[in-house]
Structure formats: structure tokens, C-alpha cells
């Protein structure tokens, strides 16, 4: 049975396939069409182990054929949480192979998110890694049967004795299968991304074969992509801008190679690049000050580059310029969203233009509408919130009708939160964020969340979080806390925060103790406010 999802009206859906957006193509064919055409070449480095496509593609299709033989089928979903290694895209393209969809939740994730997806998901398949400490053994997952009844087969990357070892499912001989693994139809959904997130856990995005797929086809070919291509994976894997944006799967689409890199840390990619004669990589703003400042300090020459991509959060147009001369490449700004729509920058373009902006749409049937508070189109340069429809945005959240009534307008249109100007040649320049959303170093922190495990805990009367500004982050996350006990300090909020599983990089950077909210004319906490006094407090 087809998952469900909100479909494009079929006036757009007919035009996207008119203009060859859309192929009727299964994100499968990415593989078939590598392995095809460069069967002996490498798809994966990861760590000291090559992958050839062929390799890639037999693993995925024994897994598939496993997971088949263990009752998962067709329109199942699953959970995937697993780190920067090749079994992601094994896993990946196996249950692509069989027309189940996953959610990939980032590594980083823990507890409170994770059983947020299941909830939602219901997932029949749990494919995670020994490495996380919810999987370390099995208590977790005896607990999440509880919130995931349909949950029947959990596979572990890494050694366990409560569940089954993932490697194992594709070491074994693939026949038994009661029929071959066959992906879903290119017009339903194939996976599910994860939201940005402003209104507590992230929602489900759920992305179709023809909409992704477009999205990779595009991203590559704007990139310059070719088989020479060899592209580090430094940022978490599951993440759709190193996924697609062309990411790995726009390298396999080109038949180049992905090299994995288990963390961002200027030393080991460095070592990967120089080892591995990496020529295009895609960082966040936070990771690309820190690989400067490595380049400064180390008394090699800087690795070098052909491509440097930096999304995820605006770029400052000092670091873009250093960028350029410290690792002598070219800088493609990108700015997007799980959602759908990407922009970039052009390779070749006026360099000034590549410093300053954040890119324009990819695609020629990207709409876009910046607005203004009373949701009328605002002038070429001035700020508004940015509202997108087109070939690979979607058309609403899995399962969310009330949310979905508020983040789309009648139109279609996708409300972002982002808060944007545009160029009078059509370029994108990013002002920040409508959302209650903290943007810290790349990562999403949905405020609401937090204040709601805050406010669990019995001495916490108020609880509000907020951005405030950091030069190597650019926002980092603050708490203000209104307490029933004088006594109470930052290390016990942060240790009931880890007690509930929240992810560590969701953990407040600081808290402030005040004796009662600020709150405006509605009755609602002054967010502004406190946002004015922790910038003092900072400039002191």
C-alpha cells in the first residue's frame, strides 16, 4: 500500500513532467545507471575500505533480498539511525531497492527525537549502530516497541547480542527471496527527511522518486560534476544538502567517488583530502572558520580544492573571501532546505556576487515570493519572508493537516521562516529567520523543544530559549530560566536535559536566572528583550 502523502495538483504535476522534471525514474536507477556504466570504479572510500559500484550494488540488493525474507515489504518504514559510514548508503539503496521508506535521523539525535519518529512513523524495521549509546545494548529498544508496536526487525551496524548484526544480512547468500526487491512507483514517496524544525521535534518530509531525483540531476549538473569528481562527506550524511545538494548521491549520479569522513575536524579532513585527492567538498559556515584556522596554524600548505561548498547558515563575506585564498578554489555559496528548494551560487560567476548572495533557484519553475507581514510581495531589496513552490518543494508534512494549514498558503506556496531580501537579478540574500529557530553552526534547535523538557523539571517555573550571537557559531543558544529554587544551577538543567535524551548539540550554551519573564503586550514571553539583554551582556 502506498504511503500516503499530499500530492502536487495535477495541473503542476503534468507540467513538471511535460518540461522533464519528472522521468518516472525510482532514485534506484542512480545505482543501476553507475554500475552500469562504471561497474570497476569506486563509489566509497570509508575509512581504509573501497567500494566498488558493483560492490555497492550487490550488498544493497542482499540486504534487500534479507529484509524480504524477514517480512519486511513494500510500503513498510523504517528508522535508520546511523554514523558517517559506507553502510548508510548500503542501507539506503537497499531499501530504496525495495520500495520502504526511511527517515535517516542524524547520528547526533538521541532519545526524545528518536521515539518522536517512531511515533509518527511506526516504523515495521530498525536499522541502528552499536557506536550510539541507545544501542549499546538493548533496553532502549525494548522500550520502543512500546511506542512502535508494528517494530519486528531490528538490525545493529557494530557487535550486539539483542538484535541482529547488520553485516551479516548481506554477507549471506541473497537466493531465498520470495520475489525480487522492487522499488515503489517514481510518483510516490521514497524517504523521508527531517524538518529544520521551529515548532518542537522535527516533522517528517516526505520526498518522492521524481521530486529528488530532479533535485540531484539538477544539483549536479550546476556543480560541474563528473566521474573525476571525488567528494568528502564531512557533514552528517543523512543531512539533505550533503545528500543531494549534489552531495553523494549527485557524485553517484556521475559515477565519481564519495570519501567518508566520521566527523568535520580540520586534521582528519585535511588528511582525507590530501590522501585521497579530494577536489569538492560541502561544510557548514562554523566548520568552514575553523578549517581557516587550522590552514593558519598547520605549517603544511592548506589541501587543496577545486570546489568549496558552504551552506546551512549565511556566510560572512570576510570568511567567503578567505576561503578563496586560503585554499585556492572556487566558493559555491548554497542556501536550502529539506523541503525542497536549493540555491546557488554559480561556479563562474562575478566573484563579488558569490560573496555576497546565497545564490538564486536552480530551477526555472521555482516560484518565489518574498513577503511582508500582511502577506503582500515586498520590492527587490527589501526584507520579507521567503514563500517557494516548484518541481522538488514539497507539498506538505507527513501527517500534519493542522501544521501543514500554517506552513502553506492556499497557493501551495511554502512559508520558510526565512526572513530574505532579493537582488533585482533574481539572487537570494539571506537576513535571518522568522521561526523560533536557533541556527547554531548549521544545526537547528527548535526553541520550543527545549522549553518544554525545561520546564519538566520540578524548580523550573519559565523557561525561554533563545539565540545570541557568536562569531565561530554564528548563533549559540541561550536559556533564561525563572526558578522555584535559588540553589538550582546550569549542571543540573543540563543533566536532566541529557537524563530526557536530548541531543547534545541541543543543550543550552549558557542560562541566565532572572526573577520573572518579560512578556509583551499579548501576554506572550518578550523574546526581544531578552535577546537585548544577553547582547549587553556580552558586549560588557
Not at 516 to 537: C, E, H, N, S, Y
Request: aromatic share 8%; hydrophobic share 40%.
Amino acid at each position: 500500500m502506498p504511503i500516503e502523502f499530499t500530492p502536487w495538483p495535477d495541473a503542476f504535476a503534468r507540467r513538471y513532467r511535460d518540461k522533464g522534471y519528472w522521468r518516472g525514474e525510482p532514485l534506484t536507477e542512480i545505482l543501476q545507471r553507475a554500475c552500469h556504466r562504471h561497474p570497476g570504479a569506486v563509489a566509497l572510500i570509508c575509512g581504509e575500505r573501497h567500494l566498488t559500484y558493483a560492490e555497492l550494488d550487490v550488498k544493497s540488493l542482499r540486504l534487500a533480498s534479507s529484509l524480504m525474507r524477514r517480512g519486511i515489504e513494500q510500503g513498510d518504514t523504517a528508522l535508520v539511525q546511523l554514523p558517517n559510514v559506507a553502510e548508510f548508503y548500503i542501507v539506503f539503496f537497499a531499501l530504496l531497492k525495495m520500495g520502504v521508506a526511511p527517515v535517516n535521523a542524524l547520528f547526533s539525535h538521541d532519545k526524545l527525537e528518536m521515539t518522536a519518529y517512531a511515533q509518527q512513523l511506526q516504523p515495521k524495521l530498525l536499522i541502528a549502530s552499536a557506536e550510539h549509546r541507545l544501542f549499546a545494548d538493548g533496553v532502549y529498544v525494548a522500550g520502543l516497541r512500546s511506542f512502535a508496536p508494528t517494530l519486528s526487525v531490528v538490525a545493529i551496524h557494530g557487535r550486539t547480542e539483542y538484535a541482529e548484526n547488520l553485516e551479516s544480512l548481506w554477507e549471506c547468500d541473497s537466493d531465498g527471496a520470495a520475489d525480487e526487491p522492487r522499488p515503489s512507483a517514481a510518483d510516490q514517496v521514497a524517504f523521508f527527511q527531517l524538518s529544520g524544525g521551529s515548532t518542537g521535534v522535527p516533522k517528517l518530509i516526505p520526498r518522492t522518486h521524481d521530486d529528488y531525483y530532479y533535485s540531484v540531476r539538477r544539483s549536479a549538473e550546476i556543480c560541474g560534476l563528473t566521474a573525476e569528481s571525488r567528494y568528502l562527506c564531512a557533514l552528517p550524511a543523512p543531512h539533505n544538502y550533503p545528500l543531494s545538494s549534489p552531495g553523494a548521491l549527485g557524485v553517484f549520479h556521475v559515477g565519481g567517488t564519495v570519501v567518508m569522513a566520521r566527523n568535520p575536524s580540520a586534521d582528519l579532513c585535511f588528511d582525507h583530502i590530501r590522501r585521497h585527492k579530494v577536489n569538492v567538498t560541502a561544510i557548514v559556515p562554523t566548520i568552514a572558520s575553523l578549517w581557516l584556522d587550522a590552514a593558519a596554524n598547520d605549517s603544511r600548505e592548506a589541501p587543496t580544492l577545486t570546489v568549496m561548498q558552504v551552506g546551512g547558515a549565511r556566510l560572512s563575506e570576510t570568511v567567503a573571501r578567505r576561503i578563496v585564498a586560503t585554499f585556492g578554489c572556487r566558493l559555491q555559496q548554497v542556501f536550502g532546505m529539506a523541503e525542497g528548494l536549493v540555491n546557488y551560487t554559480g561556479l563562474d560567476e562575478d566573484p563579488e556576487r558569490i560573496f555576497s548572495t546565497q545564490g538564486r533557484p536552480m530551477s526555472p519553475d521555482d516560484e518565489l515570493k518574498v513577503v511582508d507581514a500582511d502577506g503582500e510581495e515586498v520590492a527587490a531589496g527589501e526584507v520579507g519572508e521567503l514563500l517557494t513552490r516548484g518541481p522538488y518543494t514539497v507539498r506538505g508534512y507527513y501527517r500534519c493537516p493542522e501544521y501543514n494549514a500554517r506552513a502553506f498558503d492556499d497557493d501551495g506556496f511554502y512559508r520558510t521562516g526565512d526572513l530574505v531580501e532579493m537582488t533585482a537579478e533574481g539572487y537570494v540574500r539571506v537576513v535571518g529567520r522568522k521561526k523560533d529557530q536557533i541556527n547554531r553552526g548549521g544545526e537547528k534547535i527548535a526553541a520550543e523543544e527545549i522549553e518544554n523538557v525545561l520546564l519538566q523539571h520540578g524548580a523550573v517555573v519559565h523557561a525561554a530559549l533563545i539565540s545570541m550571537p557568536d562569531s565561530l557559531m554564528g548563533e549559540k543558544s541561550c536559556a533564561y530560566i525563572v526558578t522555584s529554587d535559588a540553589a538550582l544551577r546550569p549542571i543540573a538543567l543540563r543533566k536532566h536535559l541529557r537524563n530526557q535524551g536530548v541531543a547534545e548539540f541541543k543543550l543550552p550554551d549558557r542560562f541566565e536566572f532572572i526573577d520573572q519573564m518579560p512578556l509583551t503586550a499579548f501576554g506572550k514571553v518578550d523574546k526581544q528583550t531578552l535577546r537585548d539583554d544577553i547582547q549587553a551582556k556580552l558586549n560588557v
